[in-house]
């Protein structure tokens, strides 16, 4: 049976530290859903109401335009081997972008990598334990490389430019902070 919270205890803490990979999902007011996986060391815990995470450029940037247009938003942690639990964050977001006071303060929570383009950061207003029975087991193998990799090879210019061209609007056509920034 699943068991809500207010915020994060430690208990919770420490299983979301164990976590390879975490999944945000987010809509806007209409429109697609959209949930998105996460790798890489980029998850931080602020406060037990409090989270962030350093969003690297991808193909597309639905959880920005999301949070634009309705900041809602849901990080869901999943055990994959040891003791089965499923653990969902529910919170608004905000995106931040390089260059405000907002990434200034936040940015040294982070190892910044390449290919960096905002970070999003959550006010958590509930906690969601269930059992996860049903969960596979897999093992954790490794990081793929391929996207940091990929961010480092394009330099910052290309990466911009790159932005520009796929980050700018969603697939539902709302503009993105990314978007804003650049018109």
Same mark, same amino acid.
């Given at each position: 049976?699943?068991? /809500? ?10 299983? $979301? ?26 998850? @931080? $815990? ?7 995470? &350093? ?5 597309? =940037?639905?959880?920005?335009?999301? &949070?634009? #247009?309705? =900041? @809602? ?9 040891? +003791?089965?639990?499923?653990? @969902? &964050? ?10 405000? =006071?907002?990434?200034?303060? &936040? ?6 990598? *390449?290919? +960096?383009?905002? $970070? ?15 969960? *596979?087991?897999?093992?954790?193998? #490794?990081?793929?490389? /391929? ?24 697939? #539902? ?11």
């Amino acid at each position: 049976m699943g068991k /809500m919270f207010d915020s994060l205890l430690p208990e919770h803490e420490a299983f $979301i530290k164990e976590q390879h990979l975490f999944f945000v999902g987010t809509a806007g007011a209409n429109g697609h859903v959209n949930v998105s996986p996460k790798g890489y060391d980029v998850f @931080r $815990i602020l406060s037990p109401n409090k989270v962030a995470y &350093l969003d690297l450029t991808g193909s597309g =940037n639905e959880t920005s335009a999301h &949070l634009t #247009d309705t =900041n @809602r938003m849901t990080f869901m942690f999943v055990s994959f081997s040891k +003791t089965p639990l499923i653990l @969902r &964050l529910y919170g608004n977001g905000d995106v931040i972008l390089p260059g405000t =006071n907002a990434w200034e303060e &936040l940015k040294g929570h982070f190892n910044v990598l *390449p290919g +960096t383009r905002q $970070i999003i950061v959550s006010e958590i207003h509930g906690v969601k334990t269930s059992c996860g029975f049903s969960v *596979p087991f897999y093992e954790f193998v #490794d990081d793929r490389s /391929m996207l940091v990799d990929w961010a480092d090879k394009q330099g910052e210019d290309k990466l911009t430019e790159y932005r520009n061209k796929k980050n700018t609007v969603s697939m #539902d056509g709302i503009v993105t902070p990314i978007g804003k920034s650049s018109f």
